[in-house]
């Protein structure tokens, strides 16, 4: 029933990490977040390469023990063949390798990995399955390479370098077209038992509700993500409401092309219908992680993704539909809701850092 003693806990990846093996500052049977940095000496001071693969892009840069950006670069992702996509990692990391010794590889990518980290289950974006990423680039790389979601990456940034820094448990959302989700508790990415932990977005939270992806029914990401916003925005244009006609007017009466981040571009402008459809986004938002309060009792949510652009008209909300939806309300304390710091270069970062621990680890 409870965690293990923090010589004994998983290193970043699930494995055994001989640098966990000295006492660690606890109190009230916590680790506490310096105390868990300061303990884990994190990786060596060599940099890293980290590389974020989405639908459209890839982008990779060089990445300081500091997670600090020194030089990038980007490709547009070569259609779905596995081959074609490994030939893009090779280039990159050809590429900003000329101008610096790097000492390995972090590859962040949405979908499932297995617990070992070295092979692909699936992927939403791209053709692996069953892909054994990590032995393929490492014989063609001749370094050492982290495989791991981007999810995950982005949350270790977060915790190491961002928004997150001295909270020992940290859960990170993502809002963009669904909702993705991670978690890093007490020094390690916590991935569940079969790896596939954090998909938080697929949470039933309205039984019956809208259609996901997914199949299923009502999920979060339904009614919190940027795809939500833009279907609202849709419904409430075909309706002809009065309140709608700025939105209109600002896609050239084509209810169609309203899309989640033209509704937030309106609202910080000030159009008061963007606004309302904003807030509702929050107020689900906040349903969701009282939800996942009551399961993980966090100490702090990290909320990133690009609806955050709309800043306190998003997260406003969302603080109070979570105090208002929290088991336990007025007697428990309560996790901070805060803005993800890192914005999207979050995963390439974490994606390098967890490569330059993992490889400390493996060495």
Known sequence: MYGALPGDQAGPLGRPAPWRRRPAIQRAGRLHGAGVRGHLRLGRKGLAIGIDIGGTKVAAGVVDAEGRILSEARRSTPGTDPRAVEQVIVELVEELGRGHRIWSVGIGAAGW?????GTVLFSPHLAWRNEPLRENLQR??????????DADAAAWAEWRF????????????TLGTGI??????????????FGVAGEFGHQIIMPGGHRCECGNRGCW???????????????LARANSPVAQDLL????????????AIVTELALAGDRASRELIEEVGEWLGLGLANLAAALDPGMFVIGGGLCSAGDLLVQPARKAFSRNLTGRGFRPEAA?????LGPNAGLIGAADLSR????VRG
């Open 221 to 235: 990401e339904q009614y919190a993500s940027g795809n939500a916003l833009g279907r609202e925005a849709r419904l």
């Open 113 to 117: 990995m297995d617990l070992a980290g």
């Open 249 to 260: 007017a600002a896609v050239g009466g084509r209810a169609e092309a309203i899309t989640g």
């Open 162 to 173: 961002g928004a997150g820094q001295g909270e020992d448990r940290l859960v990170c959302i």
């Open 140 to 149: 063609l790389l001749r370094r050492p390479v982290l495989l791991t979601n």
């Open 337 to 341: 809701i805060e803005r993800a710091a």
């Open 180 to 193: 993705g989700g991670a978690m890093v508790m007490d020094g390690r990415v916590e991935r569940g038992r």
């Open 357 to 360: 621990v993992s490889s400390r």
